[in-house]
């Protein structure tokens, strides 16, 4: 009977030292890592391990001829920028290989404001003292005018963007709108639904237009079809937006002058988001969305170039060297954020690393 009785007791602690969840399960593990080896551990016989270093954004400032009062910038595909000289009436062109700058008269009364390369890589202007749209050739400089129909007063001209179908489209704060058909030659001209205010312009990837209405506080959608436009308010009453720009959803991101925020328009569910830059007193003016999907803007409260990351949302700030730069206008290549110191008659390059 004692003998059974032992046995018994054996068999229940054997038992018991597999039970699933008792700290005998890893006891055995334990010890064989507490206690004395022979041989040295792999980590040890491992390389070190490499960091990489991550780029940081670089900033650079090429001077242009003193009274250009440089406005609008539009990188081109042979690495030129194009930029509109307002305070001489001439379309300028720098070779940031050489620094070097060179300018195209624009004709009588010329005052440019906007540039953009369009899909003829051709820079084409919006000019308010002609009161009409201007190509100039890359190559002779020969200058083209498309001006607008007869009887249109002077529209203000601000900025252009070429739609996906090739239309050209542009904004005037006298409160128009209109569009020219290159091929055609074609040039149409509306009126703003809520009167003065078109200010910047921007195509989605889905082909549709929208435009920021500066003294109208909204955005609107141009039709490309009809030609229609319909205003958008963001939730802030009196923000000011004055330019906009798609990123690859086709979000519609403003800049809000006077309540110193970018927003976020979402055409899927006419949803709206908006972030206030940092800094006391900021001043939303320009807004490009870059082939990152980041988001930048310029702060003239904080005299600065603004980046804002959409997932993170974080800014970070970069701010320019020479007082009152006024920077007013961004537009990039991969890798490269370009924008005009019409203060300072300088032009400004970050590159990003990316």
């Not at 899909?119 to 100039?136: E, H, Q, S």
Request: aromatic letters at 8%.
């Amino acid at each position: 009977m004692r003998s059974r009785a032992a046995l018994v007791v054996l068999l229940a602690l054997g038992v018991a030292g597999c039970a699933p969840g008792g700290d005998e399960r890893t006891a055995p593990t334990t010890a064989a890592l507490a206690g004395p080896s022979t041989s040295r551990p792999l980590v040890d016989d491992a390389p070190p391990p490499t960091t990489t270093a991550v780029p940081q954004p670089q900033m650079q400032t090429f001077a242009v001829p003193a009274g250009a009062r440089p406005h609008d910038v539009a990188p081109a595909a042979d690495g030129t920028v194009w930029y509109t000289a307002q305070g001489s009436g001439e379309l300028g062109r720098l070779d940031p290989r050489t620094g070097q700058t060179k300018h195209v008269k624009l004709g009588p009364g010329s005052a440019p404001h906007g540039v953009i390369v369009g899909p003829d890589g051709a820079p084409w202007i919006t000019d308010g003292g002609l009161n009409a749209i201007v190509r100039v050739d890359p190559r002779t400089d020969e200058v083209t005018r498309y001006p607008m129909p007869s009887g249109t007063p002077s529209i203000n001209f601000n900025t252009a963007v070429f739609g996906k179908d090739g239309t050209l489209w542009f904004t005037g704060q006298a409160g128009y709108y209109g569009r020219v058909t290159p091929g055609a030659g074609r040039v149409d001209v509306y009126p703003a639904p809520r009167g003065r205010g078109p200010y910047g312009i921007t195509a989605t990837p889905d082909g549709s237009v929208y435009y920021a209405s500066l003294a109208g506080d909204h955005i609107a959608r141009i039709d490309p079809a009809t030609a229609q436009a319909t205003p958008i308010d963001p939730p802030t009453a009196g923000q000011g937006a004055r330019r906009v720009w798609s990123d690859s959803a086709g979000r519609v991101w403003v800049s809000e002058w006077n309540a110193g925020q970018v927003g976020m328009y979402d055409p899927r569910n006419q949803s709206w988001r908006e972030w206030r830059l940092p800094g006391g007193r900021p001043q939303a003016y320009a807004v490009y969305v870059d082939d990152k999907d980041k988001v930048w803007l310029t702060d003239f409260g904080g005299n600065a170039i603004v980046r804002f990351d959409p997932l993170t949302e974080q800014f970070t700030s970069f701010p320019l060297a020479e007082a009152n730069a006024n920077v007013r206008q961004l537009l990039g290549r991969p890798g490269e954020l370009w924008g005009a110191e019409s203060g300072a008659d300088r032009l400004v390059v970050i590159r990003t690393g990316d």
